[in-house]
């Protein structure tokens, strides 16, 4: 990518909301990722980099994490800026005010916001409210920044990204839209597997598929995890019941007992797979201890990660 490509990619990223990857154009997906590992290296060698110096970022959570906070807010101290915390009971949101109200006055104080929360529709009514770009740290539909800091993983320890397999199983839940939304952008091959009444979404399945038609990927669909970790590069898996289902909690180990990635199941993949996990894991349930404790796994590199992706996404779009 040269100067100039850069420089462009740069301009219309100013500005932008992160809501969903299907928002995004490959060559700004790799620009970001790139930057990211530029970005990281910065760190490592304690070069200085504020390029957000005096700029505050609005995070609100209606959904707890632990990677997303610590990341976000030592991702805007590294970048020369500030983070601030708006738990729910924090904000006039939770006692009635609409999100425009709340969006219109955020922007008046902030020069970002990240919201992490249940529907996908709350962010996309605050980006439409909001003057500032607004970055989504996690809905039910979609967790683009999570994606963001896998593909970046993935390319520093395979070295491409196109023509690299991902194999995901479990639940057709957000990861599972972010991740096969990216591969399918970014010329990867995409294989998920999950029971019966649990796949992803048909539309970003179909959004997927034209995308991949157009970048040399390619998307399978299946009921069947062995027939999509069939000569993975990569396996990815997450847990069977997110936060919000956890009443489902009996019923899902019921219907996801044959997809958990374990020894048995990985001898179908490539020998030099690698397994990937966003966190938190339940061992034992998803994945066994042996995989996700093995020589194969990479989950704190990933986990890592997302303080370097989301500082690239946060300095693209709020500089």
Known sequence: MNSTVKEELAAQLKGKDFLALIDYTPEEIEYLIHYAIELKRKQKAREP????????LGMIFEKSSTRTRVSFEVGMYQLGGQALF?????????????V??????????????MIRTYEHRKVIDLARGATVPVINGLTDHAHPCQVMADYQTVLEKKGRLKGIKVAY??????????????????????????????????????????????????????????????????IYTDVWASMGQEAEQHEREIAF?????????????????????????????????????GGHSIIFDQAENRLHAQKAIMAATMI
């Open 169 to 234: 199983i479990g639940d057709g839940n957000n990861m599972v839209h972010s991740l096969m939304m990216g591969a399918s952008k970014l010329g990867m091959d995409f294989a998920v597997a999950s029971p019966v009444g649990y796949e992803s979404d048909k539309e970003v399945v179909r959004q997927s598929k034209e995308n991949a038609a157009q970048s040399g990927g390619s998307l399978l669909v299946t009921n069947d995890p062995r027939e999509a970790i069939e000569n993975a590069d990569i």
């Open 257 to 293: 007992k044959n997809f958990q990635v374990n020894e048995a199941l990985v001898k179908y993949a490539k020998q030099d797979y690698l397994f990937m996990h966003c966190l938190p894991a339940h061992r034992g349930e998803e994945v066994s201890e042996g995989v996700i404790d």
């Open 49 to 56: 980099h504020a390029v957000l110096a005096g700029k505050t």
């Open 86 to 98: 708006l738990s729910k009971n924090d904000l006039q949101l939770g006692r009635g005010e609409t």
């Open 100 to 113: 425009w109200d709340t969006a219109q006055t955020l922007s008046r104080y902030l020069d970002g916001i």
